[in-house]
């Protein structure tokens, strides 16, 4: 079982930066791909970034990359999510997600874990 608690959220001014720490409880933290995730209002889930067991394969969804960066600290069972240059639609509910599989898996189905969300907005 694994439990993810997220931290970091808020609010910003566009060009902004936020930080969002997910720590993770379990055993297995160091062998299971890590995401993010976000839902705005109205709108679907969507993968954000996504980081296999090593820290050595990452994915981006097109509208981040370049702006954020997503990490790992297997000995502090912790993934990161660094924002800058935020937008005003990058505005939503953040969501960290963690499978049983080693991969950086894009789609939410694959992840069995989730943390309950950390709200990011940003304005204009």
């Known amino acids: 079982q694994v439990q993810l608690v997220e931290s970091g959220g808020g609010s910003v001014q566009a060009g902004g930066s936020l930080r969002l720490s997910c720590a993770a409880s379990?055993?297995?933290?160091?062998?299971?791909?890590m995401g993010w995730f976000r839902q705005a209002p109205g709108k679907e889930r969507d993968i954000v970034a996504a980081?296999?067991?090593?820290?050595?394969?990452?994915y981006y969804a097109d509208s981040v990359k370049g702006r954020f960066t997503i990490s790992r600290d297997n000995a502090k069972n912790s993934v990161y999510l660094q924002m800058n240059s935020l937008k005003p639609e990058d505005t939503a509910v953040y969501y960290c997600a963690g499978s049983a599989y080693s991969p950086a898996f894009t789609q939410s189905s694959r992840y069995g874990y989730w943390g309950q969300g950390t709200q990011v907005t940003v304005s204009s």
């Open positions: 980081i296999n067991w090593s820290g050595g394969t990452t």
């Open positions: 379990g055993r297995t933290f160091s062998s299971s791909g």
